[in-house]
């Protein structure tokens, strides 16, 4: 087990992620932030944070796309109902999709499809933590944390303290 990014290196990574969003979005203006449940909600709460230390509130909130997800063919498969509100309006505004890892690229087309049935946004970027290749959709993340390119074999643990008590990436083999 090899330690991708450590509780410091998560901190920094999220704090360079806030200032390229800002950057590249040229301000803060018209902009919110979703996370894709879990792991991604996370990641959406702790730019948020970090934005506000700053003087900059922004909406945040996280989003499911299980019933937006192309696996749902099993019979014996019943995804959560869970519905999405996000407590604001997505309705012309740009949307930062946060995730934690980015692998084939299904769970953020799904999460897409969740956004869009919430409203039509003007514009909609993905953030990922890390980007690990291996990708069946045609997806890029616009926001990209840590490249880690891994092989079949090798999966990545993400721990997050309002998870899993400790703060955490790492590479594992199967």
Sequence with gaps: MAVILDKAAIGRTLVRLSHEIEEKNEGCENLCLVGIKRGGEV??????????????????????????RDDLV????????????????VEGKTVVLCDDILHTGRSVRAAIEAI???????????????????????????FVGKNVPTSHSEYLVVRFEELDREDSITIEKR
Aim: glycine residues 8%.
């Design 43 to 68: 990641v959406a709460r702790r730019l948020a944070a970090i934005f506000k230390e700053r003087g900059i509130e922004l909406p945040v909130a996280g989003i499911s796309n299980a019933l937006y």
């Design 74 to 89: 099993s019979e014996y498969f019943v995804p959560s109902a869970e519905k999405n509100e996000l407590g604001f309006s």
């Design 116 to 142: 869009f049935a919430l409203g039509r946004p003007s514009c909609i970027r993905l953030l990922e933590l890390i980007d690990r290749g291996g990708r069946e959709v045609p997806v890029r993340a616009d």
